[in-house]
T-cell receptor, first 112, second 118 residues
Framework: TQLLEQSPQFLSIQEGENLTVYCNSS?????LQWYRQEPGEGPVLLVT?????EVKKLKRLTFQFGDARKDSSLHITAAQPGDTGLYLC????????????FGTGTRLKVLA | GAVVSQHPSWVICKSGTSVKIECRSL??????MFWYRQFPKQSLMLMAT?????????EQGVEKDKFLINHASLTLSTLTVTSAHPEDSSFYIC??????????????FGAGTRLSVL
Protein backbone atom coordinates (compact mmCIF):
# COMPACT_ATOMS: atom_id res chain seq x y z
CA THR A 1 0.00 0.00 0.00
CA GLN A 2 1.43 3.35 -1.09
CA LEU A 3 1.03 5.80 1.77
CA LEU A 4 2.19 8.88 -0.09
CA GLU A 5 0.38 9.98 -3.22
CA GLN A 6 2.00 12.54 -5.46
CA SER A 7 0.26 14.66 -8.04
CA PRO A 8 0.55 15.17 -10.84
CA GLN A 9 2.20 11.95 -11.99
CA PHE A 10 3.56 13.56 -15.15
CA LEU A 11 4.13 17.16 -16.05
CA SER A 12 5.50 18.65 -19.23
CA ILE A 13 5.93 22.41 -19.27
CA GLN A 14 7.74 25.12 -21.15
CA GLU A 15 10.86 26.80 -19.82
CA GLY A 16 9.97 29.75 -17.61
CA GLU A 17 6.67 28.40 -16.34
CA ASN A 18 5.88 27.79 -12.69
CA LEU A 19 4.66 24.49 -11.26
CA THR A 20 3.62 22.85 -8.03
CA VAL A 21 3.94 19.21 -7.06
CA TYR A 22 1.86 17.83 -4.22
CA CYS A 23 2.56 15.00 -1.80
CA ASN A 24 -0.44 13.83 0.21
CA SER A 25 -1.09 11.20 2.85
CA SER A 26 -3.56 10.28 5.54
CA UNK A 27 -0.64 9.45 7.85
CA UNK A 28 1.39 11.79 10.00
CA UNK A 29 5.12 11.92 9.36
CA UNK A 30 7.86 12.94 11.77
CA UNK A 31 9.79 14.42 8.85
CA LEU A 32 9.50 14.61 5.11
CA GLN A 33 12.12 14.83 2.41
CA TRP A 34 12.10 15.74 -1.26
CA TYR A 35 14.45 14.14 -3.75
CA ARG A 36 15.22 14.46 -7.44
CA GLN A 37 16.33 11.45 -9.40
CA GLU A 38 17.97 11.27 -12.82
CA PRO A 39 17.58 8.11 -14.96
CA GLY A 40 19.94 5.33 -13.87
CA GLU A 41 21.06 7.13 -10.72
CA GLY A 42 20.15 7.21 -7.07
CA PRO A 43 17.92 9.96 -5.65
CA VAL A 44 19.55 13.21 -4.56
CA LEU A 45 18.23 14.92 -1.45
CA LEU A 46 16.83 18.42 -2.00
CA VAL A 47 15.40 19.28 1.41
CA THR A 48 14.18 17.92 4.75
CA UNK A 49 11.22 19.47 6.57
CA UNK A 50 10.36 18.52 10.12
CA UNK A 51 8.01 21.16 11.57
CA UNK A 52 4.34 21.51 10.63
CA UNK A 53 3.86 24.62 8.50
CA GLU A 54 7.58 24.88 7.77
CA VAL A 55 8.61 26.57 4.52
CA LYS A 56 12.07 26.15 3.04
CA LYS A 57 13.51 27.77 -0.05
CA LEU A 58 16.28 26.45 -2.24
CA LYS A 59 16.93 28.97 -5.02
CA ARG A 60 13.87 28.64 -7.29
CA LEU A 61 12.39 25.77 -5.28
CA THR A 62 10.01 26.35 -2.37
CA PHE A 63 9.04 23.48 -0.09
CA GLN A 64 6.21 23.50 2.42
CA PHE A 65 5.24 20.98 5.08
CA GLY A 66 1.56 20.89 5.98
CA ASP A 67 0.45 22.08 9.39
CA ALA A 68 -0.67 18.57 10.32
CA ARG A 69 2.51 17.02 8.89
CA LYS A 70 0.48 14.85 6.50
CA ASP A 71 1.24 16.62 3.25
CA SER A 72 3.82 18.72 1.49
CA SER A 73 4.28 20.72 -1.67
CA LEU A 74 7.14 21.65 -3.93
CA HIS A 75 6.86 24.80 -6.01
CA ILE A 76 9.31 25.58 -8.79
CA THR A 77 9.49 29.12 -10.15
CA ALA A 78 10.63 29.79 -13.70
CA ALA A 79 11.40 26.17 -14.49
CA GLN A 80 14.50 25.39 -16.51
CA PRO A 81 15.39 22.31 -18.62
CA GLY A 82 17.87 21.35 -15.90
CA ASP A 83 14.93 20.83 -13.54
CA THR A 84 13.81 17.85 -15.60
CA GLY A 85 13.72 14.64 -13.57
CA LEU A 86 11.72 12.44 -11.24
CA TYR A 87 10.70 14.23 -8.05
CA LEU A 88 10.04 12.06 -5.03
CA CYS A 89 8.76 12.88 -1.59
CA UNK A 90 9.60 10.53 1.26
CA UNK A 91 8.06 10.51 4.70
CA UNK A 92 9.58 9.15 7.88
CA UNK A 93 7.40 7.37 10.37
CA UNK A 94 8.34 6.75 13.96
CA UNK A 95 11.24 8.13 15.92
CA UNK A 96 13.46 5.07 15.99
CA UNK A 97 14.72 3.77 12.70
CA UNK A 98 13.61 6.79 10.67
CA UNK A 99 12.35 4.48 7.96
CA UNK A 100 11.36 6.47 4.90
CA UNK A 101 8.47 5.60 2.61
CA PHE A 102 8.61 7.11 -0.84
CA GLY A 103 5.77 8.77 -2.68
CA THR A 104 4.49 7.69 -6.08
CA GLY A 105 6.71 10.19 -7.87
CA THR A 106 6.23 13.07 -10.29
CA ARG A 107 8.03 12.98 -13.59
CA LEU A 108 8.79 16.51 -14.78
CA LYS A 109 9.96 17.52 -18.22
CA VAL A 110 10.86 21.11 -18.92
CA LEU A 111 11.04 21.97 -22.60
CA ALA A 112 13.45 24.62 -23.86
CA GLY B 1 29.18 15.16 1.86
CA ALA B 2 28.86 11.52 2.82
CA VAL B 3 29.41 8.99 0.06
CA VAL B 4 27.73 5.64 -0.42
CA SER B 5 29.23 3.30 -2.97
CA GLN B 6 27.11 0.59 -4.56
CA HIS B 7 28.62 -2.24 -6.59
CA PRO B 8 28.13 -3.45 -9.23
CA SER B 9 26.31 -0.74 -11.11
CA TRP B 10 24.96 -3.20 -13.67
CA VAL B 11 24.76 -6.96 -13.69
CA ILE B 12 23.34 -9.45 -16.16
CA CYS B 13 22.84 -13.01 -15.01
CA LYS B 14 21.17 -16.22 -16.06
CA SER B 15 17.94 -17.37 -14.48
CA GLY B 16 18.57 -19.51 -11.42
CA THR B 17 21.85 -17.92 -10.40
CA SER B 18 22.42 -15.73 -7.35
CA VAL B 19 23.64 -12.15 -7.44
CA LYS B 20 25.26 -10.18 -4.64
CA ILE B 21 25.06 -6.39 -4.46
CA GLU B 22 27.30 -4.42 -2.10
CA CYS B 23 26.56 -1.13 -0.39
CA ARG B 24 29.43 0.65 1.35
CA SER B 25 29.53 3.85 3.35
CA LEU B 26 32.91 5.33 2.45
CA UNK B 27 33.43 8.08 5.01
CA UNK B 28 31.04 7.35 7.84
CA UNK B 29 29.75 4.46 9.89
CA UNK B 30 26.27 3.36 8.92
CA UNK B 31 24.50 1.45 11.63
CA UNK B 32 21.38 1.39 9.48
CA MET B 33 21.10 0.83 5.76
CA PHE B 34 18.01 0.53 3.60
CA TRP B 35 17.42 -1.47 0.44
CA TYR B 36 14.97 -0.27 -2.18
CA ARG B 37 13.68 -1.64 -5.45
CA GLN B 38 12.56 0.51 -8.35
CA PHE B 39 10.76 -0.66 -11.47
CA PRO B 40 10.93 1.45 -14.66
CA LYS B 41 9.10 4.74 -14.39
CA GLN B 42 8.01 3.97 -10.84
CA SER B 43 8.94 5.14 -7.38
CA LEU B 44 11.23 3.46 -4.85
CA MET B 45 9.75 0.64 -2.80
CA LEU B 46 11.43 -0.10 0.52
CA MET B 47 12.39 -3.76 0.71
CA ALA B 48 14.15 -4.01 4.04
CA THR B 49 16.00 -2.20 6.79
CA UNK B 50 19.46 -3.53 7.47
CA UNK B 51 20.87 -3.11 10.97
CA UNK B 52 24.51 -3.78 11.76
CA UNK B 53 24.97 -6.89 13.81
CA UNK B 54 21.35 -7.98 13.77
CA UNK B 55 18.77 -9.45 11.42
CA UNK B 56 17.27 -7.28 8.74
CA UNK B 57 13.67 -6.14 8.99
CA UNK B 58 11.75 -6.92 5.83
CA GLU B 59 8.73 -5.05 4.52
CA GLN B 60 5.47 -6.87 4.03
CA GLY B 61 5.48 -8.96 0.88
CA VAL B 62 9.27 -9.16 0.55
CA GLU B 63 10.61 -12.72 0.73
CA LYS B 64 13.49 -12.80 3.20
CA ASP B 65 14.74 -16.12 1.83
CA LYS B 66 14.78 -14.68 -1.66
CA PHE B 67 16.53 -11.44 -0.78
CA LEU B 68 19.26 -12.19 1.74
CA ILE B 69 20.67 -9.19 3.57
CA ASN B 70 23.86 -9.16 5.58
CA HIS B 71 25.15 -6.14 7.50
CA ALA B 72 28.25 -7.53 9.09
CA SER B 73 30.19 -4.31 9.55
CA LEU B 74 29.48 -0.64 10.12
CA THR B 75 30.38 0.22 6.54
CA LEU B 76 29.03 -2.66 4.48
CA SER B 77 25.64 -4.21 3.77
CA THR B 78 25.02 -6.78 1.07
CA LEU B 79 21.87 -7.85 -0.72
CA THR B 80 21.90 -11.27 -2.36
CA VAL B 81 19.16 -12.09 -4.83
CA THR B 82 18.97 -15.88 -4.66
CA SER B 83 17.87 -18.03 -7.59
CA ALA B 84 17.13 -14.95 -9.65
CA HIS B 85 14.32 -15.01 -12.21
CA PRO B 86 13.39 -12.52 -14.94
CA GLU B 87 10.75 -10.94 -12.70
CA ASP B 88 13.56 -9.97 -10.29
CA SER B 89 15.00 -7.70 -12.95
CA SER B 90 14.90 -4.22 -11.50
CA PHE B 91 16.92 -1.26 -10.24
CA TYR B 92 18.10 -1.90 -6.69
CA ILE B 93 19.19 1.08 -4.58
CA CYS B 94 20.69 1.21 -1.12
CA UNK B 95 20.89 4.08 1.32
CA UNK B 96 22.76 4.55 4.56
CA UNK B 97 22.24 6.65 7.65
CA UNK B 98 24.91 7.94 9.96
CA UNK B 99 23.25 7.76 13.34
CA UNK B 100 26.29 9.20 15.03
CA UNK B 101 26.32 12.29 12.88
CA UNK B 102 24.45 15.53 13.26
CA UNK B 103 22.24 14.99 10.23
CA UNK B 104 20.41 12.01 11.62
CA UNK B 105 17.44 12.37 9.32
CA UNK B 106 19.49 12.23 6.15
CA UNK B 107 19.96 9.04 4.21
CA UNK B 108 22.72 8.95 1.64
CA PHE B 109 21.92 6.97 -1.49
CA GLY B 110 24.06 4.77 -3.63
CA ALA B 111 23.96 5.13 -7.40
CA GLY B 112 21.94 1.93 -7.78
CA THR B 113 22.43 -1.47 -9.38
CA ARG B 114 20.56 -2.48 -12.49
CA LEU B 115 19.89 -6.21 -12.47
CA SER B 116 18.85 -7.96 -15.65
CA VAL B 117 17.97 -11.64 -15.36
CA LEU B 118 17.87 -13.52 -18.65
Amino acid sequence: TQLLEQSPQFLSIQEGENLTVYCNSSSVFSSLQWYRQEPGEGPVLLVTVVTGGEVKKLKRLTFQFGDARKDSSLHITAAQPGDTGLYLCAGAQGSGTYKYIFGTGTRLKVLA
Amino acid sequence: GAVVSQHPSWVICKSGTSVKIECRSLDFQATTMFWYRQFPKQSLMLMATSNEGSKATYEQGVEKDKFLINHASLTLSTLTVTSAHPEDSSFYICSARDLAGLAKNIQYFGAGTRLSVL
